[in-house]
């Protein structure tokens, strides 16, 4: 399956701006089910300085300062997508690890744990509290799979909470989202994370794109996609296990991942600063279409 | 001899020893020698000292103000020869170590491959930023400065209690100490050969310099890197410091908004345009260093600072991240690492800690709470980061317990070091106090240099287990005694070493704080003459109470509202309570720091420039600061006696700000500073010259009211006397008028203003040469092309019964032009800081 990826973000100014800089991650990554062909960049105005590097998680960042006075800021990124594994992948034996004997064997494997063990621990986005812990532990009972486990805690979010776009910004606390039940695919992820971790297991966060699909009959408009985060969970010899809290799904040919990090700060799609005594509007489309 | 036989048994001075070491004795022969008065003498000479050097430590959040003074004991901590070569070699191989470790955590983090360093003291500690990842250094070491808090045990042991690896501070109070020392009580040093402190600073200028980046820009030589020193401002706890490095090394003192990132090099505004920064030294936090990568909300960084940084266009010391290796959870590793990394093993023990991460470690902590030291990993920014066991009830420690279960890596159990005291002059009187001895390295080629002296800092009581700036401790200057002869004490040696500023372009945050300190002074000393004047002339005119006073004294009143800014005042129309009782308003205009326009308000506003470029101004221009600050910080009851007292206040604030304008001169040694100041001056003093005139001689009553506002106009600018000798003449408005316009022999007079401003502009720095006029030259030649064109004759001659119509539209044109200058010199040379916003898409 190859998919064509093109993900526009416009910034227009109140008052013109003298200087900006971005730090992007919209360049998806390699992963063992997916091959990144190509991607291209188009930023307008032209940047001064462009730089691309690696970070920490091995995402693909590119930096960029305008330092010339501008009233918009176009971001245009577009990638060529190439899923090369099929849906479900051979769980098999591992997939009936329990939480005990995920955790033991964390504990003995000190080289393994040296990188996954930074996921266990709770960020500020991915805070946890009595009440998040306790909803976790539902999912966790002692002696249970950790891949039962998490299936469940995936279809109870997705049944528990409400989608709601606009009730949540990225700085809300995710004690609001716990208490009223509602946010959105960011929300759900960090949710499932701050779950996992307060059980002492790893967990990721994952930013990328989902194919949506119109329903029978009806043509597909251009650019009504949306970027989409969801979450990993590592069990030992199988690796990181994605999860879909928003969809319910275990993310397959149709989920497109740009790159991970514990929490949504470290992959923050566009992050920026501005010099500008104005405020600004944003309009982002995106859309994720099959080639054939 | 006597009262000190005592002494010999302090611990402190002898460990479990009973005999006093030769230094000690040495020195106490000194002291003894200078006798009891003259040691309360000294002390107090050399608090005075402190006070007016503007030694301060600033504490957040403290109500009584923000500058708390420096406390030096004069008893200094000694250390032998023998002594001081044993610590030495036990830090140095320390600053090693943690260098060793900071590299690796920045790098290929074998410490966690390897199983040296369990991984939790890493990834869980929010000072290992993953951003930094990957960044080298040009020098030998990635650790560049580091600082040791050392303690010494009742047997005589020495440990390392805490280190410091981010943006150690101390150095600058330990060579104010020491400056302090050698002035107030140079007898002391008498036969004991105490080590300099200066190579360890011109070693900190040396390997700062070795930093800078190789590529060059086209701008500076080679050999001159610009190193800035990067501060959070002026209400720093440490700012003084900040300030004082920056003139004693000669590096320009900044903030993050005077840097700006473009093309991925870092730049300094500078009233001749942006200039390239090849080092940082930083003293902003880690996390605050850029907003773009970093804390998004940080107003204290230059977004666009860590590509740079990456791109190795600018380096930074200490580097960003090095906030990691302030965690006491490396304690208990730091043996093995020191095997791993020098093969060797540590020289200056470690204080015995358990990592609470381990379930062995973790029990024993449990088991002994009551006994140990509790650490967490890293600083809370909300309080406290040690809890000491023994301090805690029953109901505490269970709290603890829990806190302690509930995270277990995160905290760290640390056995407690018996400290030992020092002799420390308290209350006149020795008494024992429990001693840290911070000491300073430097990377300097394949080594570290460290500081041949150091700040100690004494517990606050006897046996107080905490020792802290912020609870009130003092301070001690350390003696590293050394018995090579060629080292004998030179007071002036020591002292001398300020570095002559360089002649670059003056930062425009300094420019700005300096045209604001000129025209704060100039509001403050106008304001208050006339102030003055107007309290005389009610003083005196209570006596007399005529029609004609009595008007008077309502135009005076009525005028000193419209020239102090302070509506309403004595004008509008509920203003008649206020003038016939005046004297309530008046003290409110002198003393209310709150009120907009108050002398007392203006006065604060031209403190807080004046602490924005603290390294700009001499110690005695510091010495007269203080005296102005406590006779404004007074308050006057309202009685006859309070009116004479306000008016003394009047006196001594006038004299003190003549004589701090007096000082700027010779305090600011840089030309640049100096014109920007006093065009400040200038346009301020016009300024309110032409609002006097215009609110005071516009109107026309009778003659003898007109005279008395007339002769107040005169007493205001101190004319009085002049105007009598020019003219030998009774006052008279078109001779008013032309002293205070025309004469260009009066300083006060608006030509001379003119003529001064005009020379001032001509020197700013300007961008294109040629033939074209900037945009306040242009004013100004337009106010002086309007001041020539006009003349008294004309200006004296009344409009209309009762207004000199000519003069009024003078004054107001004249008023329009001058004011318009500020605003283009701030659009020329001032930054004019756009809020740095961050912005998170989804």
């Known amino acids: 399956m190859k998919y064509k990826i093109t993900h526009q973000t416009i910034y227009t100014y109140n008052e013109p701006v003298s200087l900006c800089y971005n730090v992007l991650r919209l360049t998806p990554r390699h992963t063992y089910s997916q091959v990144c062909n190509s991607v291209v960049v188009k930023i307008h105005p032209e940047p001064d300085n462009t730089q691309e590097y690696e970070d920490f998680f091995g995402n693909k960042i590119t930096y960029f300062s305008i330092e010339k006075e501008h009233a918009q800021l176009s971001v245009k990124v577009s990638s060529v997508i190439e899923k090369r594994v099929s849906a479900a992948r051979e769980i098999g034996l591992y997939g009936n690890a329990t939480i005990e004997k995920v955790k033991q064997q964390l504990q003995e494997n000190k080289q393994e744990a040296a990188d996954i063990g930074q996921y266990i621990f709770e960020t500020t986005m991915t805070a946890s509290n009595m009440e998040i812990a306790a909803y976790a532990r539902q999912s966790f009972p002692p002696g249970r799979a950790v891949l039962e486990a998490t299936i469940d805690l995936m279809r109870r979010i997705y049944t528990d909470f409400k989608f709601t776009p606009g009730f949540t910004t990225v700085s809300t606390p995710l004690e609001v989202v716990m ?71 275990m993310p397959g040919d149709q989920h497109i991942t740009i790159g991970w990090g514990r929490d949504y700060a470290d992959i923050a799609p566009m992050r920026g600063i501005l010099l500008s005594s104005g405020t600004h509007t944003l309009s982002v489309s995106v859309d994720v279409s099959r080639i054939r | 001899m006597d009262q000190f036989a005592d002494q010999a048994k302090l611990p402190g001075i002898t460990g479990e020893e009973e005999k006093m070491p030769p230094h000690w004795e040495t020195f106490f022969q000194s002291y003894s020698r200078l006798g009891n008065d003259e040691i309360a003498t000294r002390n107090e000479d050399l608090t005075r000292l402190m006070r007016e050097n503007g030694v301060t430590y600033n504490i957040y959040g403290d109500p009584s103000g923000l500058n708390r003074p420096w406390k030096l004991d004069m008893i200094p901590f000694l250390m032998s020869k023998e002594e001081w070569t044993s610590i030495e070699a036990g830090l140095q191989q320390r600053a090693q170590l943690l260098n060793a470790i900071l590299e690796d955590i920045y790098g290929d983090r074998k410490l966690i491959r390897h199983g040296i360093l369990p991984f939790e003291l890493l990834y869980n500690h929010p000072g290992f930023l993953r951003q930094c990842c990957g960044i080298k250094l040009p020098g030998r070491h990635h650790l560049v400065m580091y600082s040791a808090d050392l303690a010494r045990s009742r047997d005589g042991r020495v440990w390392v209690v805490n280190d410091r690896t981010q943006a150690p501070s101390g150095s600058g109070y330990a060579l104010e100490n020491r400056t302090a020392m050698t002035r107030v009580v140079p007898e002391l040093f008498e036969g004991l050969k105490v080590r300099h402190l200066a190579p360890y600073f011109n070693t900190l200028q040396q390997s700062l310099t070795a930093l800078a ?49 473009k093309d991925n090099f870092v730049w300094l505004k500078t009233m001749g345009g942006l200039e390239r920064v090849d080092v940082i030294l930083r003293r902003v936090d880690d996390n605050y260093c850029d907003p773009l990568e970093l804390k998004a909300d940080s107003q204290l960084g230059v977004p666009g600072l860590l590509q740079a940084v990456r791109s190795g266009h600018v380096t930074i010391a200490n580097p960003i991240g090095s906030s990691i290796l302030e965690n006491p959870g490396l304690m208990p590793f730091l043996q093995s690492m020191a095997r791993f ?37 890293y600083r809370h920014p909300s309080g406290s980061s040690s809890i000491d066991g023994a301090s805690l009830s029953a109901v505490q420690l269970q709290q603890l317990k829990a806190r302690i279960l509930a995270n277990p890596a995160l905290y760290v159990g640390q056995e407690k070091v018996d400290i030992s005291t020092t002799p420390s002059l308290i209350d006149g009187h020795i008494e024992p106090r429990q001693v840290l001895f911070r000491s300073f390295l430097v990377s300097s080629g394949e080594n570290y240099v460290a500081m041949e002296g150091g700040l100690c800092r004494t517990s606050s009581d006897q046996g107080n287990f905490v020792i802290s700036n912020q609870s009130g401790g003092f301070s001690k200057d350390a003696w590293i005694l050394s018995p090579e002869p060629h080292r004998n004490f030179n007071v002036l040696k020591e002292v001398a070493g300020y570095n002559a500023p360089d002649e670059d372009n003056l930062t425009s945050h300094a420019a700005e704080n300096l045209f604001w300190v000129g025209r704060y002074t100039e509001r403050v000393l106008g304001n208050a003459r006339f102030l003055r004047t107007v309290m005389q002339f009610l003083a005196e005119g209570n006596k007399l109470a005529t029609d004609s006073t009595q008007l008077t004294e309502k135009y005076l009143l009525e005028a000193l509202t419209q020239n102090t800014f302070t509506y309403p005042g004595f004008t509008g129309p509920d203003s008649a309570e206020q003038l016939a009782q005046p004297w309530e308003e008046l003290k409110d205009v002198l003393l209310n720091a709150k009120r907009t326009g108050s002398i007392k308000y203006n006065f604060l506003q031209f403190q807080r420039a004046i602490h924005e470029v603290r390294d700009h101004w001499s110690t005695d221009t510091w010495r007269v600061l203080r005296t102005m600050e406590e006779e404004l910080a007074q308050d006057i009851p309202l009685s006859h006696h309070g009116h004479i007292r306000m008016l003394h206040t009047l006196d001594n604030l006038i004299t003190f700000i003549i004589a701090f304008i007096g000082l700027n001169r010779e305090s600011i040694s840089r030309e640049q500073g100096w014109r920007v100041l006093d065009t400040g001056r200038k346009i301020e003093q016009s300024l309110l010259l032409l609002t006097m005139l215009r609110t005071t001689l516009v109107n026309k009553t009778n003659d003898q009211v007109d005279y008395h506002l007339q002769q107040s106009v005169l007493m205001s600018h101190e004319c009085l006397v002049n105007y009598r000798y020019k003219y030998r003449q009774p006052i008279d408005i078109r001779l008013v008028l032309d002293f205070m316009l025309f004469e260009p022999n009066n300083p006060r007079s608006l030509t001379h203003l003119i003529n001064r401003l005009t020379v001032h502009l001509k020197h700013l720095p300007k961008d294109h040469a040629g033939h074209a006029l900037t945009g306040y030259e242009r004013l100004i030649l337009e106010a002086d092309t309007l001041l020539k064109l006009s003349d008294k004759d004309t200006l004296s001659t009344p409009g209309t019964e009762d207004t000199y119509t000519q003069l009024d539209e003078f004054l107001t044109r004249m008023y329009g032009l001058l004011a318009a200058i500020p605003d283009v010199i701030s659009k020329t040379y001032f930054k004019h800081e756009l809020t740095p916003r961050s912005f998170d898409v989804l």
Do not use: M
């Open chain 1, 179 to 249: 208490r009223e039940h509602k946010g959105v695919c960011q929300d759900f992820a960090h949710l499932a994370i701050a779950c996992i971790r307060s059980i002492g297991l790893p967990a990721r966060y994952v930013s990328g794109y989902i194919e949506t699909v119109p329903p029978p009959g009806v043509e597909k408009l251009f650019g009504v996609d949306a970027s989409h985060a969801w979450f990993s969970v590592y069990i030992p010899h199988l690796g990181w296990v994605d999860f879909d809290p928003t969809n319910n799904i």
């Open chain 2, 213 to 261: 980046p190789q590529q060059r820009g086209r701008l500076r030589q080679p050999s001159s890197p610009r190193i800035v020193i990067l501060t959070p401002g002026s209400s720093n706890e440490t700012y003084f410091e900040h300030a004082y490095l920056s003139s004693y090394l000669g590096f320009t003192l900044v903030q993050g908004n005077d840097l700006v990132v």
């Open chain 2, 341 to 377: 990394f020098l093969s060797e093993d540590l020289l200056i023990p470690t204080i015995a800690s358990w990592w609470c991460g381990q379930p062995k470690e973790l029990k024993y902590v449990l088991n002994h709470l009551p006994s140990l030291v509790i650490k967490t990993i």
